[in-house]
């Protein structure tokens, strides 16, 4: 109905607009507006007297909706007869009226009358696109949406193209929520409209409800690849099925076949195994590579699919819960790639998460720092890159207890890249040293500086930072509290979690009085998070943002949130009322544009 009235106004506005300046007026120019007020307010005792006053006046055709639609809510369905009946005659070739007649059988209970006058109507389309995009129109005005999908599928008939008014079925189906003829839509559509795959994603996400939805596309799917069994769009489409189902080899299985089917070169299965590893599933995206490694090295796919199934094997190994013993072989892994290919700019990739092992998880920071001191004297990296590598050899300082040759890197680097987001994120690690350290009014001076980076991440985390120490160092105990929390951050960088909360949760119990609580918790949060403990994470963060609601850290819990529950936690309602409550209680938040472009793309807003 809100669709119906809107269309309605938007009519009358025009046709009022134009009345309040016509010649010998008898109507005063308030009366339009107050009968649409009385309409709008459920009013139409009021709203009637003034609309037949209005519709009254010649070429007044405007009003015709809103009076017919208000002497059908009276049930004045005699006179309505009688006005519908009288524009007929009037405008005979104007289908519009014949429906509203159509319609008001049908509030009467005369379905059979009703159904009548509509088809009549549309076996006299004639075969022009206009006419009959007019006449479906018309019927969805009136909410006969049923008839409005009979005439555009008449209309294929006429114009002999089963992909004429695609887009315009799709929006009817989606807002009747007839998901199975929005699924039968979209995979007809997608034969010769395969760029709809993420419209169909996003919108079909939206409406499915449970498993019982999904499985019903995955058997339309499985019938489409019957018949066309080398159309990689339906291949994708069942994969992406699969995925929101967190049914990950099965996925696997049907690229795996299509690829052998089709005797592909592996690109299909390449690129979607880029989806298993951002939604986790990295035993998955291993398998896939191991697949690809067998087409052997004269495949363009290999050396990628090498180097990308040691990434996720690094990644697999460095999430979660890990051994020594896995690190161990992943390290060796990257040594071997690097003594097979040698190092230059094509493997710093491999260099440099070599290193991270070293100095993170196995406890071999000296390592790491000869790794990447190597790699700045290699030839052929360009100055971004060579300013990136610096950074991180800064932060291995830090770790072999080397803080002011740190400073020295960071320092290097800001001044090298002053107003670069390279630059940026030096003097940002240089804060970051300080506030280690309990130098806090060095930091929130670094910090102050990179509120106005262009980099809106950098200038978001320095406005906390400095918020943070701003907030702590009031009294000598707020400082000696904020000193504890930094030593706890420090023990983060080392990737010390265990440690890290056990220093938090002495904070507390040294200083009971302190006002570090929303911090903690979004430490503790990140800490869960990266230990893929995705639910105690939520359960912090929600904490958050009912405790804290005028916090610094309160806009990014929500939007921590919403990316968990979308993401990790497959719950789509609840991420939509994350990203929601953060557009509308936090619009000056950094993550609010982001927020309302996943926002609408989790309620299906590409159609």
């Known amino acids: 109905m809100n669709r119906l009235l809107f269309i309605i106004f938007l009519l009358l506005t025009f046709g009022a607009e134009a009345q309040i300046f016509r010649p010998n007026q008898q109507v005063a120019p308030d009366e339009s507006t107050l009968a649409i007020q009385y309409y709008q307010e459920g009013d139409y005792e009021k709203a009637v007297v003034l609309l037949e006053k209005l519709y009254a006046i010649p070429n007044n055709d405007a009003y015709f909706d809103i009076y017919f639609n208000t002497l059908l809510k009276l049930k004045r369905y005699d006179v309505a007869e009688k006005v519908v009946k009288r524009e007929i005659k009037k405008n005979q070739q104007n289908e519009l009226y014949s429906i509203a007649l159509g ?19 549309i076996s006299k389309l004639p075969k022009e696109e206009f006419r009959i995009r007019s006449l479906a129109n018309n019927f969805y005005r009136f909410e006969n949406y049923d008839f409005a999908v009979q005439t555009f599928k008449q209309g294929r008939k006429l114009l002999g193209n089963d992909q004429a008014f695609v887009f315009e079925l799709l929006n009817i189906y989606r807002f009747k929520k007839d998901k199975p003829m929005l699924m039968q839509e979209y995979l007809d559509a997608m034969a010769t409209m395969p760029q709809l795959l993420p419209q169909a994603e996003a919108v079909l996400s939206s409406v499915f409800e449970d498993k019982n939805d999904y499985e019903a596309f995955q058997a339309a799917i499985l019938k489409k690849i019957q018949k066309e069994p080398d159309a990689e769009i339906y291949i994708q489409l069942l994969t992406w099925n699969y995925i929101q189902q967190q049914e990950f080899d099965m996925a696997l299985r049907q690229l795996i076949a299509f690829d052998k089917r089709t005797k592909a070169d592996g690109g299909t299965l390449f690129n979607a195994i880029y989806t298993f590893v951002d939604n986790g599933a990295y035993e998955t995206a291993i398998k896939a590579y191991d697949y690809l490694l067998t087409k052997g090295k004269d495949n363009p796919y290999y050396l990628p699919s090498k180097i990308e199934m040691l990434n996720t094997r690094y990644n697999l190994r460095t999430s979660g819960k890990y051994t020594t013993a896995d690190l161990d072989l992943l390290a060796k892994d990257y040594e071997s790639l690097l003594e097979e290919n040698g190092k230059n700019r094509n493997t710093l990739f491999a260099i440099k998460k070599l290193a991270n092992l070293q100095a993170y998880y196995l406890n071999q920071p000296a ?22 590598l610096k950074l991180d050899l800064g932060d291995i300082y830090i770790l072999t207890n080397q803080p002011w040759e740190a400073f020295l890197v960071y320092e290097q680097v800001s001044k090298q890249f002053e107003g670069q987001p390279v630059g940026n994120e030096a003097r940002f690690r240089s804060a970051k040293l300080s506030f280690y350290q309990g130098n806090f009014e060095y930091s929130n001076g670094q910090c102050l500086v990179l509120k106005a980076a262009t980099s809106q991440l950098i200038a978001n985390d320095a406005l906390n930072l400095s918020l943070l120490i701003s907030d702590n160092i009031q009294t000598p105990a707020d400082s000696n509290a904020l000193k504890m929390y930094a030593d706890a951050e420090m023990l983060l960088f080392r990737n010390l979690p265990e440690k890290a909360v056990k220093k938090m949760d002495s904070i507390a119990i040294a200083y009971p009085q302190n006002s570090l609580a929303d911090a903690i918790m979004m430490s503790k949060a990140r800490i869960f998070i990266k230990a893929n403990d995705f639910q105690k994470a939520a359960d912090i963060l929600k904490k958050v943002t009912e405790e804290f609601k005028d916090g610094i850290w309160t806009d990014d819990a929500l939007f921590t949130l919403g990316d968990l529950y979308e993401k990790k936690l497959n719950d789509i309602t609840q991420a939509k009322i994350y990203f929601q409550k953060l557009i509308t209680d936090y619009p000056g938040s950094m993550f609010s544009a982001e927020a309302r472009k996943r926002f609408r793309n989790l309620r299906g807003d590409g159609v």
């Open 367 to 388: 390592k790491a720092e000869k790794e990447l001191e190597e790699a700045i004297k290699m030839p052929g990296i360009n100055d971004t890159e060579l300013g990136q």
């Open 103 to 121: 319609k008001l059988y049908q509030e009467k209970g005369d379905v059979q009358a009703a159904g009548k006058i509509f088809n009549e109507v």
